[in-house]
């Protein structure tokens, strides 16, 4: 009864209400789904970035021109590279925007309405920044562990081990919350469809 | 009246149909919106592909360890790198996906519920492919370009100015394709959300 009566206040008529009982259970546990893979998305993301920003590492390495035995301290940190730096932006930006939609989410029972057409808008705004920093940072990582003989690009990962772990593991991070963001987007979608349906 | 008919077709009961008139008009807007940015998705993607594979460039290039008036032929191509590789086949399955929803588009009035479920789900996948691959394939270039000098990775666009060119232009086609599909991703959950309204 409580339920029926929050959907006639979010302006729905009445005529409709009886209709949309099955619609609002299934909104209801779509609602609690999204707010759980919001709050994972918050945690990745914030991981993510923590995780690239103490990847910092220095090491003693040979300098050309000079003797090899004659080595000097060389820092290898994240904003070495302007796709790392990318990555940072894009994926502090996710972690605000998770916490407004988490905040959000809670409230959807309210207006629903409206807020699940935000979430399925930004969300997929979201699905191309995420992706796109992990691509950039995943591309640049990949040569740092590999190299590319080609072009005569040196791999870094065996001298900065420690700092290639903490770039792997922050595109392995931002990787998943792209697949949430999808999952969110799809969520947000289908709740939509199960209304007109 | 013959769309009337339609809609009672697609099992929509027939006591709703006269609410849905308009929403049906704005539907018919947003599906010939729809079907244009498909069409252009798929411009933008077999350009994209057609230009990174004609990007191959051979130039005569000092090698280490030889006299530096020596020179040997190098070529540069796509396949040199593996952001390069996952670019071409990212776009190539988004060319053929576009094919495949621009057909589907056409169809889109005859039971538009599900296809537009289906187009809105999707897209987001798409999304993230493509702004993944643009992200990689940006984040390789833009080292070509300009270097980096922290790690000893020399530019090459001087040298392979051609090639870089043809780069370029093919990640600036699939940034645009990229907004494609958000822009129609958000057009078919505006479309769900018009159905509720």
Known sequence: M??????????????????LHPAAAASAKYSALDFVLRVLLLAASVSAV??????????????PGLPPNIRVPFSAEFNDSPAFIYFMAALSLTGLYSIITTLASISVFRKAKSILLLFALFDVVFVGIVASATGAAG????????????????????VYDKFCRHIGSSVALSLFAGVLLVFLSMISTFTLYKRIR
């Open 2 to 19: 409580e339920s029926t009566d929050k959907r006639t206040a979010a302006s729905t008529p009445a005529s409709e209400s009886a209709l």
């Open 50 to 63: 923590v995780v690239m920003a103490t990847s910092k590492q220095t090491e003693m390495v040979p300098v």
């Open 139 to 158: 591309g640049v990582a990949y040569i740092g562990l590999r190299g590319n003989d080609h072009v005569r690009w040196n791999k870094i990962c065996n």
